[in-house]
T-cell receptor, first 114, second 113 residues
Framework: KAGVTQTPRYLIKTRGQQVTLSCSPI?????VSWYQQTPGQGLQFLFEYFSETQRNKGNFPGRFSGRQFSNSRSEMNVSTLELGDSALYLC?????????????FGSGTRLTVV | GQQVMQIPQYQHVQEGEDFTTYCNSS?????IQWYKQRPGGHPVFLIQ?????EVKKQKRLTFQFGEAKKNSSLHITATQTTDVGTYFC?????????????FGTGTLLAVQP
């Protein structure tokens, strides 16, 4: 079956701009989680959506937001970009109810803020 | 908040040598999942451990969950160059309104042929 699709793969933005990243989960998966990966902070949980509802949010400022559509596709948005937002943003697809198969990650979007 | 630390941060081995990474949590772990991330890649799920003292094997990989559910380990026997990458443990919360992974700091494994 098709994997997790994230678009775009690479993005360069200027400080102060906003950006929207997209994630299409595995067919049938209703949970989409987002993670930020940086060399300094490692992999950090941003938020999780399940059936169009945000169920949990990590410790990130309100500039980071997201949503999920009825087809389970998810978008995350970062407004007023800062240099420190440069990172690999990963989305993870899951059943949302616990699985021995874990989460399936997309290839990520590499965001560079200049 | 919870901290999940892994040691070592980095290990360089000769091909054929064994490798172990240790994962330690400041709080009791719910379930532990292990992921591997190849250089330039994304995390790939390896396994989940649920029960205290659980041991699971996947070919040359052995995963262990501590008796007190505060630590876990991954041991690779006779490493190969294909084992190169960063290994992450993650506390996996399921249930109710909380479904997320708290990742460990990772161990980067380099294998010299």
């Amino acid at each position: 079956k098709a994997g997790v699709t994230q678009t775009p793969r690479y993005l360069i933005k200027t400080r102060g701009q906003q950006v929207t990243l997209s994630c299409s989960p595995i067919s049938g998966h209703r949970s989409v989680s987002w993670y930020q990966q940086t060399p300094g902070q490692g992999l950090q949980f941003l938020f999780e959506y399940f059936s169009e509802t945000q169920r949990n949010k990590g410790n990130f400022p309100g500039r980071f937001s997201g949503r999920q559509f009825s087809n389970s596709r998810s978008e995350m948005n970062v407004s007023t970009l800062e240099l420190g937002d440069s990172a690999l943003y990963l989305c993870a697809s899951g059943t949302g109810v616990g699985s021995i198969y874990g989460y399936t990650f997309g290839s990520g979007t590499r965001l560079t803020v200049v | 908040g919870q901290q999940v630390m892994q040691i070592p941060q980095y290990q360089h081995v000769q091909e054929g040598e064994d490798f172990t990474t240790y994962c330690n949590s400041s709080t009791t772990l719910s379930n532990i999942q292990w992921y591997k991330q190849r250089p330039g890649g994304h995390p790939v799920f390896l396994i989940q451990l649920v029960k205290s003292g659980e041991v699971k094997k996947q070919k040359r990989l052995t995963f262990q969950f501590g008796e007190a559910k505060k630590n876990s380990s991954l041991h690779i026997t006779a490493t190969q160059t294909t084992d190169v990458g960063t290994y992450f443990c993650a506390d996996s919360f399921y249930g109710g309104a909380t479904n997320k992974l708290i990742f460990g700091t990772g161990t980067l494994l380099a294998v010299q042929p």
